[in-house]
């Protein structure tokens, strides 16, 4: 999503609009689904239901993210489903007994060993020069079997307190606090970085990797940033993972590397590089999550769930690309 | 005041700056020595050379493959050199990156602009910490200073992409600003302001290294020219009156056959046919707003010019032609049978063929050679069919050493220089056969020995029974290569010229639209 017009004239809004409509097009199905869903629903309509829609949704929306950053650059990650569940049943393992300070400190470790794996990654798509898809697929490997190193069956625990600061509502009351997790996200992570030059160089990259180098964008920094930053949301969508379910599972992740590429092409990201947001994506994982649930209420299937979430995947691409060549 | 007998370190201050100061300005601003770059078996720089004064204009010339575009992508960090020296006022520099290059005082200004397309030009700017300020006052100068600077790069058109990668590149301050066919796909009048802002460029006391096909701008701009010639510096001329000549030698390596320089009488053979019973014969072309009606015929062994500015219908009228676009209304027919183009194999199989002026759009540029040329028979293979490998060997020899394409780096095309591109194209057709070869700017970037072998082939084609129909966007070239010229304006043909009458001066003033009573006033 480009940085909004300093001007209110009516030329700078229009063009606003129609660089961003694809995300503001999202939202509005997103708030489409919830007003259909309120109706069907509107006795059960209470604070239960508002966080079990949002909390599973939220660590889809974290794990869109983190492959939007990396597709925004031009790039991809077949590994953020793995880093999830590694970071589950590692935060798992080692808050069973502490407090809640300590889980706090825990967290912080493992975001930074996110950031630093993420790195790592980076830097080894720079220098091998093998694509990244392979290299993100067998570091998934890798991470998937740590994971069950270190957790064979489900197991571990968290503090309450630590489960409470991520899902559930804010302070006991209705509010879900996975939208302030989110919100914390978005603007201390991403929302500083996508306008200042280590932003833009990622979208460059992602646009034309050789108009970038010209330029004078370092390549190699520039990677490792958005794999990086990629590496933290992963982590931290499996931080919620550990909070919702209040252990750690091996298999917990496993779900999200498809689904995560599945919600950026949904938000509008092109899968070429260089072009969407991350708004886009974290509206997309709340549809994807509440397509489930509502398919759920009316009584369907759920091997029919995953049909219906892959044509809703392959119509909106569908529709991006004759969106695309009417432009053209 | 110095006292007596006593030698003070500032008596020497005022000898030792002048000294400094001369030896600054006698310095050469960039000095290549023994420049080296090998790619496996090939070697693409032997012993490359490069002086450039300071507050000079320079030329770099040279055929594709001679090293040009290898030297020019050392010295703006894009790869790194085998061997030798590279020095900036005396000063050794290791330019490991686009950024150290620009670090060093050398900005690029590239054929295809450094800017990201989905990104806003300020966007852009920012990216690369250019001052905004200053891009716009050089945009002003050049008399473009209303771009929407808020738009996105992918949507302004490439001329204007072009000034910006070059406003972009004077911001920084750089000492020497290397332009890479700049004025390629720039029209007439932008070129000129291009001109204006080298000359102040040089004013100031920087120098401009300017890469062109073009020798007739080169001689009008340049101070002096640098000749390589097979990965060597062969020679440093001043250009003067004439020039042209020389320059086209040291290229060549001889003297070259053929005749005089383009801007002369044609020198092709000129076995025009006798007015030919008409092959292709198109009658009320019109496509959206760009076309408008054109009619015209072509005849068999003619090769028909098309004269234009920019974005005057040429490429409308070819984009129909060639069934990239299907026309709004009009018909087209060969041989009297009336043809519907819908899409390129329509055009193909009725012996339309193009030669676009983008050689990767006819190209596989990962493909080998081989299969490139041989492409189009796929179609013919019967059913499910075995490609006969040994046949199709020959013949494709046969086309290569018939256009004597230079493939030292055989395997993919792309490996290959863009005259040697555009003939693997030529070949592909030749081989499959075709009724009308249409020509868009085939010589667009490249080389004058490939340009003219390329316009001696549309020749000896045309002899042997083909047609050809050929827009060139160099004027001088037209009288060369053609026995007619049709001019196009706002889409429509308002004149039509043989070759004897069609020498730049007429072609410009029917490109611009002056109808006789004007020519006859001005």
Known sequence: ?328 | MKSEGSADPSDFKDEWCMMAEYQAASMDLLSVTDLQKRYGAVTALRAGALTVAPGEIHALLGANGAGKSTMVKMLTGVIRPDGGTIRVRGQAVRLRSPRAAQKAGLAAVFQDPALAPDLTVLENLRLTGASVAAVRQWLTTMEIGDIQLRSLVSELPLPTLRMLDLARALAREPQLLLLDEITAALPADLAERVFVVMRRWRELGRSVLFISHRLAEVRAICDRATVLRDGVRVGVLDLAEGSEERIVELMLGSAHPGGPAPSRAPSLPFDGPERPTPLLEVSNLSLGNELHGVSFALGRGEVLGVAALEGQGQEALFDALSGRRAADAGTVAIRGKKLRLRQPYDAIRAGLVLVPADRLLALLPQRSVRENIALPRYNRVPGWGVIRQGRERSWIAEAVARLQIDTRAMGQVRRLSGGNQQKVTIARWVACGFDVLLCFDPTRGIDVGTKRQIYTLLRELANQGASVLLFTSELPEIQLACDRVLVLYEGRIVRELPAQQSDEATLLHAAHGMTHQEEAVS
Request: positive net charge; glycine residues 14%.
């Open chain 1, 1 to 328: 999503m480009s940085a909004p017009a300093g001007l209110l004239s009516m030329a700078a809004r229009r063009r606003w609009l129609r660089r961003n409509a694809w995300v503001v097009g999202a939202y509005a199905v997103l708030a489409i689904m919830l007003l259909y869903e309120r109706v069907i629903h509107s006795m059960a309509f209470g604070a239960y239901d508002m966080q079990s829609l949002v909390d599973p949704a939220v660590s889809l929306a974290l794990a869109a993210m983190s492959q939007a950053v990396v597709v925004l650059a031009g790039g991809i990650d077949l590994s953020i489903g793995s880093m999830m569940s590694l970071s589950n049943v590692i935060a798992a393992n080692w808050m069973v007994n502490t407090g809640f300070g300590g889980s706090l400190a825990i967290s912080l470790v493992l975001l930074l060993g996110g950031a630093l794996t993420g790195a790592a990654t980076g830097l080894v798509i720079t220098y091998s020069r093998v694509p990244d898809i392979i290299v993100t697929l067998a570091t998934g490997a890798i991470w998937g079997g740590l994971a069950l190193q270190v957790m064979p069956t489900p197991g571990g625990g968290v503090p309450q307190d630590f489960a409470n600061l991520i899902t559930g509502g804010v302070r006991g009351s209705g509010f879900p606090v996975g939208f302030v997790v989110l919100a914390l996200a978005f603007i201390l992570l991403w929302f500083p970085l996508r306008s200042s030059r280590p932003g833009l160089a990622i979208y460059a990259l992602g646009s034309n990797r050789t108009a970038a180098f010209l330029s004078g964008v370092n390549v190699v920094r520039t990677r490792v940033i958005a794999y990086a930053l990629g590496g933290v949301f992963a982590v931290l969508g499996g931080l919620t993972l550990t909070a919702q379910t209040l252990n750690g599972a091996a298999s917990s992740g496993a779900t999200f590397t498809l689904q995560s590429v599945a919600a950026i092409v949904i938000g509008g990201v092109a899968l070429t590089g260089g072009r969407g947001g991350l708004l886009g994506p974290i509206a997309a994982a709340f549809i994807l999550t509440l397509l489930s649930t509502l398919l759920g209420y009316l009584n369907v299937d759920p091997s029919w769930g995953l049909v219906i979430q892959g044509v809703v995947m392959v119509a909106a691409v569908m529709v991006g690309g004759l969106l695309l060549r009417r432009r053209r």
